[in-house]
């Protein structure tokens, strides 16, 4: 098997928290983030564009902290509020729901309330722009009872979460924004991820200007930057196993990353 086989498959999206690669932007959002859930804060709003790190940051705090805490991640929401409050229902009641029964929500509110001061069950609540405006006034009722605490996050650009935030406005003690990263960070993202999978070789042939044209393609976007490096890998391995004349292995190719380019219509 091609070696560009493994390089390309390093870049599939994951939020495996073994995947993680240490950034002094990650690490500073990181570091703010667990600052704001030692504190007692009611709400916390991690808001960036799709594909900044919201989620691996949510899962990094949720593996960090799942010993010393009763926190919980929520992924992608149920379209279905049911199964959400069943869910919830556990985490705080430590109960599993009979079958077929539906969570009262006002008995939740004063279980919430009887044991506020006693514990304290952190949510974190990925992809929250899915949530409906009924169910996002629920989440608040919920956290007003401060024995539940909320981290939400949501994708910057869509209009829901505009709705979201003029919803929480009063409630929301701490807002963190992840944003795109800079050419230094995308590059040692790159390396990194390439050195953590002991791909020296292929690490070591990524230059600036390689660097350089990805950053003007991704903007510095994580997903777009793993489109993109998996798409050129893909390239790589096709000529790998095919024409190999085509590939020099000292010099990383930009027409490769062009053609990934085009092929996911970053260019015409
Ligand atoms: N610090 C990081 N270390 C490793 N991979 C990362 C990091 N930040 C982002 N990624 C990668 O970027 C992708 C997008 O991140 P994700 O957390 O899913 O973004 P969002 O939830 O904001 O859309 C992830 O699948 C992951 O592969
Ligand atoms: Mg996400």
New binding site residues.
């Given amino acids: 098997m091609s070696r560009y086989n493994k390089a390309k498959n390093i870049?599939?999206?994951?939020?495996d928290i073994d995947?993680?690669?240490?950034?002094d932007s990650?690490e500073y959002s990181y570091n703010l983030i667990y600052d704001s859930v030692s504190r007692p804060l009611k709400m916390i709003l991690l808001f960036?564009?799709?594909?900044?790190?919201?989620?691996?940051?949510?899962?990094r705090i949720y593996q960090n902290l799942k010993y010393q805490k009763e926190i919980h991640y929520f992924d992608a929401p149920s379209l279905d509020q049911r199964e959400f409050f069943r869910k919830f229902f556990k985490v705080v009641t430590l109960k599993d729901l009979p079958k077929n029964t539906e969570v009262n929500f006002t008995t939740l509110i004063d279980y919430c309330k009887s044991i506020q001061g006693k514990r304290e069950v952190i949510i974190l609540l990925?992809?929250a722009q899915m949530y409906d405006s009924n169910m996002l006034e629920k989440i608040r009722v919920l956290s007003d009872t401060r024995a539940i605490k909320f981290v939400i996050?949501m994708?910057k650009t869509d209009n829901e979460e505009l709705i979201a935030k003029e919803h929480f406005k009063t409630r929301i003690w701490e807002t963190i924004e992840?944003v795109n990263v800079n050419k230094e960070e995308l590059k040692r993202?790159i390396h990194k991820?390439l050195l953590k999978h002991n791909l020296f070789d292929i690490a070591d042939t990524i230059k600036s200007k390689h660097i350089n044209l990805i950053y003007n393609l991704t903007k510095g976007n994580?997903?777009e930057?793993?489109k993109m490096m998996f798409k050129t890998f893909e390239i790589y391995e096709y000529y790998d196993l095919d024409k190999k004349y085509k590939i020099n292995d000292k010099k990383f190719s930009k027409k490769f990353i062009e053609m990934a380019a085009i092929r996911l219509g970053y260019i015409k």
């Fill in positions: 870049f599939i999206d994951s939020i995947e993680y690669i240490e950034l990650a960036g564009r799709p594909g900044t790190g919201k989620s691996i940051l949510l899962n990925d992809e996050s994708h992840l993202y991820k994580f997903r930057c793993n």
